[in-house]
């Protein structure tokens, strides 16, 4: 369970035989990102832009929210500031440390200390896509009855990772991604309450590093008040890294990042590069990418790419997707590396990928096409049809739909594809 915010209109009076919410850290106190959250919207970084986007925010009374955007952007402080603002008591839960008890139990508490002091309460959940289907169908009632104003938080796209019956029942409001500007202004703020200064290249490098996250900016210039390169005039890049922890790599699980890095990864595999495709595989994983996502790529890779020209990489890439979702990380690494590998130096076909493609079309082309009368299922005709394995070697010449199909499937004399064209010739499937 977590804490009430201290300055948020706290939830009081709880019963003396149950374990009361702990107070959190003042704002004077803690680390810098903490105490600089501000107390009221007017100093909230983007305020002027979400309120016209989004009048709700305005309004006397809160309806029940869920605010998403990248890490560092705002969301529990926005939270925390309508609560401020509009007079609410505020209960914060984590998704990811508590479950569906807990969840209850904080609920039952908030809903007393509710009805002690006649008023509404804001429920404000932290990453609430942690949330499974029941735990979310458990807000339901609460939600739709207006028991509690509900506002979770999420770095994740609500319409994908929160379930349809939850997500009709609140305002999506999207939060973006702080620029750079605007984090030079927060530090700027910071060092003026802290009473220090700071030179302008190590304000810009950290505005830059951070990638839009307040947090991590503001951890970085915490982390300069004890080194000597606070007011230094030019700070070197290994000075300014050993301040930033190296923790400033950009990936961008939803963005133009995240496209062109699995773009990368696909790319190298199919042109048979195994060090660029591991390259592509640690950023991915280093930038926080989700390794299920990773190994389903692997698994349409292996057919697509690769085929009958070897028929053992399929095989390979759904062992490795399966042992990912039974294993997790950070072991599932080694697995998706083997997979990648293989995959990556195999011999490559997309024989498979193009005859599909081609019979699609070839299907949307033309009006109902017709199973020819002895390969239904039921007919007079039926005993026409010639049961391949009552011919030497399996097969027996016959058609098995119209003449003018095409031949979809034309296999490269590659891997274990060259066994495959060669008997489709001597079959006289193919030329």
Not at 145 to 157: H, K, M, Q, R, V
């Amino acid at each position: 369970m977590d804490t009430i915010e201290s300055g948020l209109p706290g939830l009081l009076d709880l019963e003396k035989d149950e374990t009361p919410l702990k107070p959190c850290m003042k704002k004077n106190q803690g680390p810098l990102a903490h105490r600089m959250r501000p107390q009221n919207l007017k100093d909230f970084e983007g305020a002027p832009y979400l309120l016209e986007k989004y009048p709700i925010l305005k309004g006397k009374t809160l309806p029940s929210l869920i605010l998403w955007g990248p890490p560092g952007c705002g969301k529990t402080t926005l939270a925390e500031v309508l609560a401020l603002e509009k007079g609410i008591p505020f209960l914060k839960f984590n998704a990811v440390l508590s479950g569906l008890a807990e969840l209850r139990k904080v609920i039952e508490k908030g809903q007393k200390s509710a009805e002690l002091g006649n008023s509404s309460w804001i429920l404000f959940i932290d990453e609430i896509h942690r949330f499974n289907k029941a735990q979310q169908d458990a807000l339901l009632p609460y939600v739709e009855s207006g028991s509690f104003i509900l506002i979770g938080a999420t770095t994740e796209n609500p319409y994908t990772s929160v379930n349809k019956a939850l997500l009709s029942r609140v305002q999506p409001i999207k939060l973006p991604k702080l620029t750079e500007s605007s984090i030079r202004s927060l530090l700027r703020k910071a060092l003026k309450k802290e009473g220090k200064k700071a030179s302008p290249k190590l304000i810009d490098a950290f505005s830059h590093l951070c990638d839009g996250d307040s947090r991590k900016a503001l951890s970085y210039l915490e982390n300069s008040f004890q080194s000597p390169y606070l007011e230094k005039e030019d700070p070197s890049p290994k000075e300014i890294q050993s301040l930033t922890l190296g923790a400033h790599r950009t990936f961008d699980r939803d963005g133009d990042r995240h496209y062109d890095v699995i773009s990368a990864f696909i790319k190298s595999m199919r042109g048979s590069d195994p060090h660029s495709a591991t390259l592509w595989l640690a950023v991915m994983l280093e930038g926080g990418e989700d390794p299920q996502f990773i190994a389903r790529r692997l698994v349409i890779f292996a057919s697509e790419d690769i085929g009958n020209a070897d028929p053992r990489a399929l095989t390979l890439a759904t062992s490795c997707l399966h042992a990912v979702q039974s294993i997790g990380m950070p072991e599932s690494r080694i697995i998706l590396s083997q997979t990648t590998n293989y995959l990556a130096s195999t011999v490559k076909s997309n024989a498979s990928y193009l005859a599909i493609n081609e019979a699609i079309e070839f299907v949307k082309e033309r009006p109902t096409i017709e199973v020819p009368p002895y390969l239904k299922n039921k007919g007079p005709k039926k005993k026409e049809y010639k049961y391949p394995h009552n011919y030497p070697e399996g097969h027996v010449p016959q058609a098995y739909s119209s003449h003018d199909t095409p031949h979809f499937y034309r296999p490269p004399a590659r891997g274990q594809e060259a066994f495959l064209l060669e008997r489709l010739i001597k079959l006289g499937l193919l030329k």
